[in-house]
Structures are given as C-alpha cells and as structure tokens.
C-alpha cells in the first residue's frame, strides 16, 4: 500500500485552474472513485509519482510506448533534434525521412501527411474522403473512438463512454446529421445499410481492433465485409490505426489481416511520446489536399523536427528483426495463464497481440452494447487493488492495457500474481 498524499494535493490545486484538473477527462480517474497519480519521472515499464512510489505502467501513455518509457535513443535524438531549432514552418528533411519509413511499413499509404493528434489525422482523412467522393456519409461503428472532432463525438467509445454521453454537449445536431453509426462486429446490419445506402457513403472508418470500448477484435467475417462494401458501392475505407498501427505489426492490423483499406491513420507510436500523427491513403486520393487540390488542411506544427525525430528513432528499432516475434511471445505467455486465473470468475479477456482487456463480465464482449453491461464497480476495486499494488492498469473498463518490450517475464509474473490476489 503506497500513501499519494502529495498527488492529492497536487490534483487540488490542479482542479483550481484546469477543468476536472487534467487537459484530457479520462485521467481524472472518476470512474474508478479516486484521483490521480502526478507522475515525476518514467523509465522502461514503471513510472514514478511525486510521492515516490514506483508504478509498472499498463496504460504506457495509451499505447505511445511500446519501446517502453524515456527509451534512451528516442530521448537523445528528440534532445539533439531540440538543440538545431523546434519549428521552422518551412520544410525539414525529417518530414520526408519519416514518411517514408511510415510507407515503408505500410506500403497502403501511398501518400501521407503528419498532422499533431490522432483528432486531426481522422479529421483530415474523412475531410479527403468527402472531397474525393463528393458525399457526405460516413460510417463509424458503436463503441469506437477516433478522436474528438464534432462529427465524430456519437456513440464514442474512450472517456466519452465513461462520460456515459451518447454524444457530447455542444455539438449542434446539424453536424452529427451526416455520421451514420452501425453496431460493431454486425456483418448484417453493415452489409443492409450499404446495400440501401452504399453510394450516398462518402467514408468508413473503423478501428481494426476496436480498442476505445476496451479490446473488442472483429470477426474475420465483418473485416473483410468493411472492405467488400466499400470497394462495391465507391466508399473510401479508412483504417484508423491511431493505437493499432505499429502496434499489432510493424504495419499494423491491416498487415497482420491482409486487407488493404483506401486510408489509413496513425498516430501514438508514430511520434515517439510526441505530439505527432499522420493521415495517408492511395496517391489518387491523396492527390485532392491543397496546394494539389481542393481540401484544405494545415497546421502550424505539423511535421514538428522534434517529433519526427523521435518517430523514426522509435521505427527504427521496431522495424529490427525480432522485435514483434518478442513481443507476441511474450504477450501470448502471459495473456494465456491470465486466461487461466481468471476462468470462472466472471472475466472475460479480450486481446490482441499486446493488447488487452479484462472485462468484468460473465459473456462473451463482442461489441459495445456487450461491453456496456461490464460490472464497472468490480473494475473499480480491481484498479484501485491494483494500484495499491503499485501496478497502473489502464483506469477504464473501456479501455486497453498495453504490454512494451520492458514488461519481462518477471514483471509479468508479478502482475499475474497480484490480479489473482486483486480479483479475490
Ligand atoms: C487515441 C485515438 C485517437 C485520437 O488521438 P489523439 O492523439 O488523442 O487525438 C483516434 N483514434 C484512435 C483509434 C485512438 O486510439
């Protein structure tokens, strides 16, 4: 049991000037009845709170670090990046260099742009898409979450979820008119509205695997199914693999599903613990930004030194030999004998290579209505039991834990013990 006096202080005074005292609602940690970690410092799987407790970190910035924290290399090559200028607005060398090491890896984008965030990466595809196609439509699927721009923020998965908001205040209804949501993993209902619908439908975007309701993988079935009635009916399908691209595969879950989409986002891992994201597709489509095109889109920052930096540094070394062959090993040994902990306890573990969830639910968790009736006041105690363990699950039932290459098999042993102890 580790005391977070100073934290509670911390979060007090936080609370007295920044909204809820955090810049993004999920870390408020109010879903799971208590208040946050300030962290002082993070290396490899742990982080340090100013109390100084020490933390095996789940949540690892949402995925960013997969290499684990304040890995050495990424950390010189931002520094040494920092000390020849942080923005020009002007072209640097680095923004080619990382694009192609992004094609590279995901030979699906023929074309790419970086942009800061996750948000104006799914933002700006679904803009292209509307001005390739000339419609209006797009799809998104129940329980999924790709960021917080207007037209994206119904049914949402991620802290809009645990909001419990369909939707969010302040968004008019006028600007949603055009975002048609269809239940995930429903081959049926997808297959009926393109068939009614298809050529009005300007975009599809889904997760690949859902990870904003939790970890929620989708049949072989209903993936290849988003690809079918795109390509039948002239939509862009847009992959947005904002968690799930250098994640799942040094390119991502359309590699590992061998399923080519139109588009593709990336984002988290793609800028190395800054603030980097990219959006890119087929080179036609690509080819209506401006100054080619017609769609405008832009960005002070965007294509930032210092993240590009920190972005190839962090590609390079996931594109050596062996590094998803260590990481699928290691996650399948420790995600089976949780498998077996867990057996006739009411849990379901839903995961994906690295990633995965512990629903508090006796059935299956296939889409977000399943993932809805999730006992969130058991996860509750499960988090703050884990916590006071010193391990940082992610502080969600709706969201995705995240194993990096310095979660060994012996810390991994750790946490195993201590969820069976939790859970009892
Ligand atoms: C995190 C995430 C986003 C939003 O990215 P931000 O950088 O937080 O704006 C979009 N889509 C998916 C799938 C995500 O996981």
Redesign the pocket.
């Given at each position: 049991m580790n005391e977070r006096i100073k934290s509670a202080a911390a979060f007090e005074e936080a609370k007295q000037i920044i909204p809820g005292g955090v810049n993004s609602p999920v870390r408020a940690l109010k879903s799971v009845g208590t208040t946050p970690l300030f962290v002082r410092d993070a290396k490899g799987p742990y982080i340090y709170d100013i109390d100084d407790n020490k933390f095996i970190d789940f949540c690892m910035s949402?995925g960013v670090f997969i290499l684990g924290h304040n890995n050495d290399k990424v950390s010189k090559a931002a520094s040494d990046a920092i000390f020849h200028g942080s923005s020009f607005g002007i072209p640097t060398l680095a923004e080619t260099t990382l694009a192609e090491k992004v094609r590279e890896s995901f030979p699906s984008m023929e074309r790419l742009r970086f942009v800061n965030?996750?948000?104006e990466a799914?933002m700006s595809a679904i803009r292209v898409a509307r001005g390739f196609t000339g419609r209006d439509i797009l799809v998104k699927f129940e329980g999924c979450?790709?960021?917080?721009a207007d037209h994206l923020l119904v049914s949402a998965g991620s802290a809009v979820a645990k909001l419990n908001n369909a939707s969010s205040a302040g968004v008019p209804a006028g600007f949603t008119q055009y975002t048609v949501v269809l239940p995930y993993n429903d081959t049926e209902a997808l297959e009926k509205y393109f068939a009614g619908n298809g050529d009005k439908v300007a975009a599809l975007i889904i997760?690949p695997v859902a990870?904003?309701m939790g970890v929620v993988p989708p049949t072989h079935e209903f993936i290849e199914a988003t690809r079918k009635v795109t390509q039948e009916h002239g939509a862009i399908l847009i992959f947005?693999e904002?968690?799930t691209g250098f994640r799942l595969s040094y390119g991502g879950a359309q590699k590992r599903f061998g399923i080519t989409p139109d588009m593709t986002?990336v984002?988290?891992i793609v800028g190395g613990g800054f603030p980097a994201?990219a959006f890119g597709g087929r080179a036609d489509i690509m080819s209506v930004l401006a100054p080619e095109g017609p769609v405008y889109q832009a960005g002070t920052l965007s294509g930032n030194p210092v993240a590009m930096a920190a972005g190839y540094e962090t590609l390079k070394q996931l594109g050596e030999p062996g590094v998803y062959e260590l990481l699928e090993e290691r996650s399948n040994r420790f995600l089976s004998r949780l498998e077996k902990i867990v057996e006739g306890k009411g849990i379901q573990v839903n995961h994906v290579g690295t990633m995965f969830t512990m629903f508090f639910n006796d059935q299956p968790v296939r889409n977000f209505q399943d993932t809805k009736k999730s006992d969130q006041e058991r996860f509750a105690r499960y988090f703050r039991n884990m916590l006071d363990r010193g391990i940082y699950v992610s502080p969600s039932q709706f969201e995705g834990n995240f194993i990096s290459l310095c979660h060994t098999d012996e810390i991994l042993d750790y946490v195993l013990k201590s969820i069976e102890e939790s859970i009892e």
């Open positions: 949402w965030s996750g948000t799914t979450y790709h960021g917080h997760e990870c904003n947005d904002v968690i986002t984002g988290k994201a």
